[in-house]
């Protein structure tokens, strides 16, 4: 990304560090799924996206891109985009059919579509689940897409056939170091209601928020990652801290998302709406280029924040 002449170096009182996110290559799918109301599609996505935080120990990132009206998904009721993230295809398309099945398939009412547009690299999700139908499966076409229908205890799950994947980027992210506690909960909640908005994008931790930065390696033999020991406040006289005084308080705000623009204008996002009272500043994690291809500045982030595209259509059709 190219530099700016002008860049943001304070929004209100809060100072934007001139650094960067570093993020990577992760392969990426989207499911659509409906149910007969809102409270049935919540439970199959707080079901689905469980244990979906970190690739370090989960099998894949999962998050919600969006909820989706009636007028929006493939079978006219209402539904939710669920982006899911692996490090690479075979994973990913283990993950998906291993959620979808155990967590979609078993909720009530729900329907399962790919979300992806069409000509995109895909994986079997239906051609694999269809099996749990004991041979009374059946399949049709419907606009295109091939659908199996099993049979279950409320009616039928429909699924469609394949699913879409393509390659997106996984660890764009942002802290937010505040006076307190309460001053960071009140900015990270906010960050991540803006970041909802944007297309193309998860934020897979609890509620968007991650208290528990890690750093690559450990002291600790086989341990891939631990505590980013230089933002924890609790070791500020015991380490060489990256916090700037009045610190005590800091949290992550981790996106991953379709491309590396979605990430940049989420992130852009995030970090406009974190600017509150008590925060006094916005960082980056990285770890000198030796983790991931993109480095995501944040000043360049908020510079070119305007040019952010619309949500796409590919979902809902």
């Known amino acids: 990304m190219a530099r ?9 009182s809060t100072e934007i560090l001139n650094t960067y996110a570093e993020a990577f290559r992760v392969a990426a799918a989207r499911i659509v799924v409906t149910a007969a109301d809102e409270y049935w599609v919540r439970m199959a996505a707080q079901s689905a996206c469980g244990y979906g935080t970190s690739v370090i120990g989960c099998d894949a990132e999962v998050g919600v891109e969006r909820w989706l009206t009636n007028e929006k998904t493939p079978d006219g009721r209402p539904g939710v985009s669920l982006l899911f993230f692996a490090f690479a295809s075979d994973k990913l398309a283990s993950a998906v059919a291993n959620r ?5 398939l078993t909720c009530a009412t729900t ?4 979300g992806l547009s069409a000509g995109e690299q895909v994986f079997p999700l239906g051609k694999y689940l269809r099996y749990f139908g004991d041979g009374f499966q059946s399949s049709e076409t419907l606009a295109e897409r091939t659908l199996w229908k099993i049979p279950v205890m409320d009616g039928v799950f429909v699924v469609e056939e394949n699913a879409g994947w393509s390659y997106g980027v996984g660890g764009g992210n942002f802290l937010i170091l505040a006076e307190s506690q309460p001053s960071g909960l009140a900015a990270a909640r906010v960050a991540v209601e803006a970041i909802a ?11 968007g928020v991650v208290r528990s930065g890690s750093k690559v390696g450990s002291r600790y033999k086989n341990v891939k990652a631990s505590t980013a020991h230089e933002y924890c406040p609790s070791l500020r006289d015991q380490v060489s801290s990256k916090l700037p005084t009045g610190v005590n308080c800091v949290y992550e705000i981790v996106i991953n998302g379709l491309s590396v623009e979605s990430v940049t204008a989420a ?3 995030g970090i406009r709406a974190a600017c509150c009272p008590g925060v006094v500043a916005i960082g980056a994690g990285n770890y000198g280029g030796r983790l991931g291809k993109y480095q995501i500045h944040l000043r360049d982030a908020l510079a070119s924040a305007d040019r952010r595209s619309s949500f796409p259509s590919d979902v809902l059709q």
């Open 267 to 269: 992130m852009a996002a």
């Open 100 to 104: 979808v099945g155990q967590c979609v």
């Open 4 to 12: 700016m002449d002008a860049i943001t170096s304070t929004i209100g």
């Open 197 to 207: 908005a944007c297309p193309d994008v998860a934020t897979p931790f609890p509620g």
């Open 111 to 114: 329907a399962a579509f790919n």
